[in-house]
């Protein structure tokens, strides 16, 4: 008799088969939310490599996505940890504490000696993706780094940065910003390590100490080499702290067979139970679901939409690019160095656009700039009369390129907006890890919101998810047309959205109608969630769309069709350069600043091309004016009239000036106290100038009146 035990996860199914006591087949493999599809496969290979036969053998399963499949094959369910316990108990018999990580969940179990036996504490995270698989697998794709390079990356020896370990999305956040101060990829991810293990001990161990012998689980532990050693590092220094003797390269063990643990235990639990218990069905039921059940399913909780009027009304192309003449005149670049893209226009004395150019973001906003003005430079704009730069990136590079102007990127995007409609109400630009929303009155901005937090109403969101299932960004709508129903996804915080869709892979929704179903809910985060406008109709008629989210069709009709239900008389328009138009407004602003009469500060083709920089960020870097102590990294960046900072604790020569980032504050930006004194000083003489009203009222209200006699 064949035991099977099945463990189906929320990102990889892996199953064992037992005979006599003994493996003799396992198997590990991504599913791409194609659950039942997988496991399909899984009994089609065990059927014919190991001859496991229905009405005879047994199949045990556990795991997020077994509940329903359960049902199909006639096997028996096994809680997660039940199995994993069953397993530790039976292999290691020594161990006390066991960390067990996975795609999207994670666990921890205390194993504490009692009378004869040992008594479990288990302690559980699965609403949040911070900490797991998922968490470190998301940011390297964001830092384009492939599963072998990842797998062999290191935590010893390498400087370490602050990365929120308590949600995904903000430690996603905190690497965006490491990578645009220069920090290297290596230290990133090491930072990454530490964030997963700082999460696990500070959040799942509950006050318990992890005492030798430790077991670690789970694909990541097992795969990622820095994270055993983010492991050792820590278990070992809290075990000095307590006087627990014990070498952390021996108390710490993670087996070859860590990410089968589950199946295992299914298999233990399994030899224990009556002979009849779990006896396999076959797979003619799951094939039925797969080929029918699920999709009557789905027809109960979706409906199909006809596209044909939206498609004819907005798949239109933008206005054309001037042919890329010589200019007559100086021309106007405008750069938007964003969270995900890095975008660059030229713009014509008149306001016409002669070249756009929109590429991802490498990471380094330094070789961002590089790559866009090689681009510029090759196409011919030898002469540019003034530059002017917008989005996260704007203040970093402004002396670095010598740029006339650093937008503020809602000025940037109104700009641009008003440029092509000019009786605009409202602009919505969604980008890569943010949203706008501005609200206008007679042609100037009235109020706006802004969400720079969370990241479920944005495009690093649905880029996410379409690299979580192979699919180019490209084609995210192409994909999400397909899809004839759609499930139900939550509004709100993309860390619970992110477990709902789990939710609805595990009862057979497939990745485009997944995306779909994301893309609808978009709009409800993006005005409700982030927005916080209850009452669309009183903010205006005419809305325009931009950022580069809206370049994604099936987020624009989501979002004409909320728009509509709100405000049915509403124009919605797209801006005919979505992805660019922060870059348009920031070209436009330095047309109107030429027009002063005013000489740019452009550096040159050549000086830009040539830049060189080093950026440090040590414990000389660490910012000490206030209990904070922002690890700020310093570039240093080699230039012509650089004055250099020969005083500092990270001394730089003439002929380089510094940058810094990865300041909380505007005193962040200061290094010596002599600095500090003169923006003091500078302070008090600008609030000298313009005294506070509310503090002249309370000084003066209740002062004694001098009487002259």
């Given at each position: ?140 794709r964001k830092l384009r780094i492939g ?442 602003c330095a047309g109107d600043w030429l ?76 290094e010596d106290v002599n600095e500090m ?33």
């Amino acid at each position: 008799m064949l035991i099977v035990g099945l463990d189906v996860g929320s990102t990889t199914v892996k199953a064992a088969v037992s005979e006599n006591g003994e493996v003799r087949w396992k198997n590990y493999q991504r599913h791409s939310t194609k659950q039942a599809e997988m496991v399909l496969e899984f009994l089609g290979r065990m059927e014919a490599e190991c001859g496991l036969a229905a009405e005879r053998d047994r199949i045990f399963l556990t795991g997020s996505g077994a509940g329903m499949l359960t049902q199909l094959l006639g096997g028996k369910m096994v809680q997660e940890v039940v199995a994993v316990s069953a397993a530790v108990e039976k292999l290691h018999p020594q161990v006390n504490f066991v960390s067990e990580i996975g795609g999207e969940d994670m666990k921890t179990l205390f194993f504490t000696a009692c009378g004869d036996g040992k008594t479990k504490q288990v302690y559980m995270q699965s609403a949040c993706s911070g900490g797991t698989g998922t968490f470190i697998e998301k940011t390297a794709r964001k830092l384009r780094i492939g599963p072998e390079r990842l797998a062999g990356m290191s935590y010893s020896g390498l400087s370490l940065h602050k990365i929120s370990s308590k949600c995904g999305i903000f430690a996603e956040a905190d690497a965006n910003t490491l990578v645009k101060a220069g920090v290297p990829v290596e230290e990133i991810i090491a930072s990454l390590y530490e964030a997963v293990v700082y999460q696990n001990l500070a959040t799942l161990t509950k006050g318990n100490t992890p005492t030798p012998q430790v077991l670690l689980l789970g694909g990541p532990n097992l795969f990622f080499n820095g994270l055993q050693q983010a492991w050792r590092h820590h278990l070992g220094k809290l075990w000095r702290e307590r006087r627990i003797d014990a070498d952390p390269a021996e108390a710490i063990q993670v087996p070859t067979e860590a990410v089968y643990y589950a199946c295992l235990g299914c298999i233990e639990i399994a030899a224990g139970e009556a002979p009849a218990a779990g006896l396999y069905a076959g797979t003619q039921k799951l094939k039925w679901w797969i080929e029918q059940g699920q999709w009557e399913a789905k027809s109960k909780e979706g409906d199909a939409e006809d596209l044909e009027r939206f498609t004819r009304d907005y798949a239109a192309r933008a206005p054309q690019v001037c042919p890329p003449v010589e200019p007559a005149q100086p021309a106007l670049v405008g750069c938007d160095f964003g969270s995900t893209t890095a975008k660059a226009v030229v713009l014509g004395q008149r306001g016409e656009l002669l070249a756009s150019i929109y590429v991802p973001s490498h990471g380094n906003p330094i070789e961002d700039a590089k790559a866009l003005f090689r681009e510029l430079r090759g196409r011919g704009f030898a002469d540019i009369g003034a530059l002017a730069l917008t989005g996260y990136g704007k203040d970093l590079l402004k002396d670095i390129l010598g740029a006339d102007l650093a937008i503020v990127e809602t000025v940037a995007h109104a700009t641009a907006a008003l440029h092509f409609f000019p009786d605009s109400d409202v602009i919505c630009d969604v980008g890569g890890t943010d949203v706008k929303i501005m609200i206008l009155r007679q042609g100037t901005v009235a109020d706006f919101r802004l969400n720079s937090q969370c990241s479920s109403g944005n495009g690093a969101f649905l880029q996410g998810v379409a690299e979580r299932y192979d699919v180019p960004l490209e084609q995210y709508a192409e994909q999400a047309f397909r899809a004839k129903a759609i499930p139900a996804l939550a509004m709100g915080c993309g860390v619970f959205l992110q477990s709902d869709i789990v939710n609805q892979q595990r009862k057979g929704w497939s990745s485009e109608e997944i995306m779909a179903s994301l893309a609808a809910v978009l709009p409800l985060n993006v005005w409700v969630y982030a927005g916080q406008l209850q009452n669309l109709a009183a903010a205006g008629r005419k809305f325009v769309l931009q950022g580069g989210t809206h370049r994604n069709l099936a987020v624009v009709k989501a979002q004409v069709d909320f728009i509509r239900a709100k405000v049915p008389d509403a124009e919605i328009v797209v801006h005919p350069y979505p992805g660019e138009a922060g870059a348009i407004g920031a070209a436009l602003c330095a047309g109107d600043w030429l027009k002063s009469g005013a000489t740019t500060r452009f550096r040159g083709y050549d000086v830009i091309e040539s830049l060189e920089y080093t950026s440090t960020t040590n414990e000389h870097t660490t910012c000490k004016w206030c209990p904070v102590d922002c690890k700020r990294t310093f570039i240093d960046v080699c230039l012509p009239d650089g004055k250099g900072r020969p005083w500092s604790k990270v001394p730089v020569a003439a002929g380089w000036e510094r940058v810094i980032s990865g300041n909380s504050c505007p005193k962040g930006l200061l290094e010596d106290v002599n600095e500090m004194l003169v923006v003091k000083k500078n302070l008090e003489a600008v609030k000298d100038a313009h005294p506070n009203t509310a503090d002249v009222v309370r000084a003066t209200a209740f002062r004694r009146a001098t009487h002259v006699c």
